[in-house]
T-cell receptor, first 109, second 113 residues
Framework: GEDVEQSLFLSVREGDSSVINCTYT??????LYWYKQEPGAGLQLLTY?????DMKQDQRLTVLLNKKDKHLSLRIADTQTGDSAIYFC?????????FGTGTSLTVIP | DARVTQTPRDKVTEMGQEVTMRCQPI?????VFWYRQTMMQGLELLAY????????DSGMPKDRFSAEMPDATLATLKIQPSEPRDSAVYFC???????????FGPGTRLTVT
């Protein structure tokens, strides 16, 4: 199966930008996703990008995809305390979905 | 505000008992996914359906787990017999099609003692 890897923790100050990184191993991955999970809740889809794109922007979120390096990042501009959560990267290959271990983002007021 | 619903939210049971978890996908969605989340293994895809037919259940232990969609508004995940290692949060998600967004339910926290 595919390996999807993320760093476990990230701390940023309120108002700064956060960048969460993800690497995957299967170059045939078609869709790449970012989800947010708050304590005691299910995952919430934030955004996704098709593999033939290299960037997607949606309000404070910017996704960058480097397909050559199999590297995906999520940038959150003007990070707020409400952005504190676990962020999951996921890759879809065919009918399979592979999730990273999640990055716990802590926003310091 | 359309949402995926799951019942029960919490379930505590003894080893050997049957457990049934239910999911109501968002109306109009034709794909349904079952995931399991644990601290050790993270998020694992167990099974998923498109138009009520199982598309992939390779992530599911076949000897004790079964997943069905009796109709378009109900998906079930059954464990029989349950074991302590099945303790996890089980999420259901639905989507409008394969490829693209998935909308997760709040999860069922299962504890098997």
């Amino acid at each position: 199966g595919e390996d999807v890897e993320q760093s476990l923790f990230l701390s940023v100050r309120e108002g700064d930008s956060s960048v969460i990184n993800c690497t995957y191993t299967d170059s045939s991955s078609t869709y790449l996703y970012w989800y947010k999970q708050e304590p005691g809740a299910g995952l919430q889809l934030l955004t996704y990008i098709f593999s033939n794109m290299d960037m997607k922007q949606d309000q404070r979120l910017t996704v960058l995809l480097n397909k050559k390096d199999k590297h995906l990042s999520l940038r959150i501009a003007d990070t707020q305390t409400g952005d504190s959560a676990i962020y999951f990267c996921a890759a879809q290959t065919g009918n399979q979905f592979y999730f990273g271990t999640g990055t716990s983002l802590t926003v310091i007021p | 505000d359309a949402r995926v619903t799951q019942t029960p939210r919490d379930k505590v049971t003894e080893m050997g008992q049957e457990v049934t978890m239910r999911c109501q996908p968002i109306l109009g969605h034709n794909t349904v996914f079952w995931y399991r989340q644990t601290m050790m293994q993270g998020l694992e895809l167990l099974a998923y359906f498109r138009n009520r037919a199982p598309l992939d259940d390779s992530g599911m232990p076949k000897d004790r787990f079964s997943a069905e969609m009796p109709d378009a508004t109900l998906a079930t995940l059954k464990i029989q017999p349950s074991e302590p290692r099945d303790s996890a949060v089980y999420f259901c998600a639905s989507g409008p099609g394969v490829g693209g967004e998935q909308y997760f339910g709040p999860g069922t926290r299962l504890t098997v003692t």
